[in-house]
Structure formats: C-alpha cells, structure tokens
T-cell receptor, first 112, second 112 residues
Framework: QQQVKQSPQSLIVQKGGISIINCAYE??????FPWYQQFPGKGPALLIA?????SEKKEGRFTISFNKSAKQFSLHIMDSQPGDSATYFC???????????FGTGTSLTVIP | DAGVTQSPTHLIKTRGQHVTLRCSPI?????VSWYQQVLGQGPQFIFQ???????GRGNFPDRFSARQFPNYSSELNVNALLLGDSALYLC???????????FGPGTRLTVL
C-alpha cells in the first residue's frame, strides 16, 4: 500500500512557467514532509521541507503548500528553468522517524 | 564539508553471491538509513540505525542485514542475491532520527 500518492507521473513545462506536483497521504501521524530532487545516476537531494504547523513555506523559486485537512501537499516551482529538469519525490515521516515514505516520483521536463 | 559517501559506486554480481555496501555519514550525524531504489520508483526503506542500534526495518527479507560502527559508518549486506535485487542502494544520514535526511550518491548493484 502506497503511503504517499504522487501525481502527475510526468510533467512538461515551458521555461518560465510554473511546475506543480501534488502529493496526498492518509496517515495523520505524519509530521514531516520533505521534497527531494533527483538527477539521473545521483542520489536524491533535499529541496525543501515543511511541518504541519504551517500552511506554506517558500525558499527561492520553490514553495510547498500544505493542506492539513485535505491531507495534501504540493510543490510549486516558479519560473521553471531547463536546469530544473529532474525527477521530484515527495516524502513523509512520523515523529518516531523510523523511515521516510516516498511517493512514486514525477519526471519534470522544462522546455527552453 | 563532505556529504554522505558510499562505496563502491557500481557493482556487478551473479545470482547467489553476497554483497557488502558501505556508507559514511556526514560528520556529526549519528543516524544512518538504507533505501533501495528500483528504476522508475521512489526509494523504499530497508533499515535505520541510530547510535549503533537498529531503529527500524522495512519489508525486506532476512537476506538483508546491516550494522553501524562506533564511528557511525554503516554496512548493508545482502546474501543469496536475486535478479530482483538489482537496484540503486541509497544511504541517508541525519543528526538524529526524524530529522532532515541527506542522501549519498548510491551504489548501483546489478545482479546477473
């Protein structure tokens, strides 16, 4: 059973556009929600993370929106650039922190 | 500062063999987690170690084992390799469990 459901599977955006990736979860014990960026042949790199006590967190061009009641969170990439082309994973963990549950990934392609 | 390092980078084994993968966490990090990432999927949790004790185990067979050393480095061992064990094996470190996890570049294991 997939603990974190991610969509879309793939996304194509024009340079300068907004990329939006969505994730949903069921376990209300989750209290930490990171997003990772992964390039081919590399390990995932932490991009931005949020805890449920805030509804939005922004770091540069990257913003996480969090809806606790809907149990959903999303990543927004503003002014998308070709260098943003990568696979993005959302994840979630509980306060016991034994493991991170990852989504299935979104392959983002930004067209110049 | 050095990030998480893993060795070897690539490994080719045949079915039935045994493999040992190694991980050195970021200096000061005491928690190490191992993940398996099959091509096209998100990382799947295998183990978490903290202060040399196993803190969590994912849904993997007993052929998978791990340990953490006094210097907080870690080894992942897989016995009786199967074709399905072919994957990217990722190590992640954090200061303590339920904290930001930083991933290494991974070890690409191919089982023939």
């Amino acid at each position: 059973q997939q603990q974190v459901k991610q969509s879309p599977q793939s996304l194509i955006v024009q340079k300068g556009g907004i990329s939006i990736i969505n994730c949903a979860y069921e376990n209300t014990a989750f209290d930490y929600f990171p997003w990772y960026q992964q390039f081919p042949g590399k390990g995932p790199a932490l991009l931005i993370a949020i805890r449920p006590d805030v509804s939005e967190k922004k770091e540069g061009r990257f913003t996480i929106s969090f809806n606790k009641s809907a149990k959903q969170f999303s990543l927004h990439i503003m002014d998308s650039q070709p260098g943003d082309s990568a696979t993005y994973f959302c994840a979630a963990s509980t306060n016991t922190g034994n493991q991170f549950y990852f989504g299935t990934g979104t392959s983002l392609t930004v067209i110049p | 500062d050095a990030g998480v390092t893993q060795s070897p980078t690539h490994l080719i084994k045949t079915r039935g063999q045994h493999v040992t993968l190694r991980c050195s966490p970021i200096s000061g990090h005491k928690s190490v987690s191992w993940y398996q990432q099959v091509l096209g999927q998100g990382p799947q949790f295998i183990f978490q170690y903290y202060e040399k004790e196993e803190r969590g185990r994912g849904n993997f067979p007993d052929r998978f084992s791990a340990r953490q050393f006094p210097n907080y480095s870690s080894e992942l061992n897989v016995n009786a390799l199967l074709l399905g064990d072919s994957a990217l094996y990722l190590c992640a470190s954090s200061l303590v469990p339920n904290n930001e996890q930083f991933f290494g570049p991974g070890t690409r294991l191919t089982v023939l």
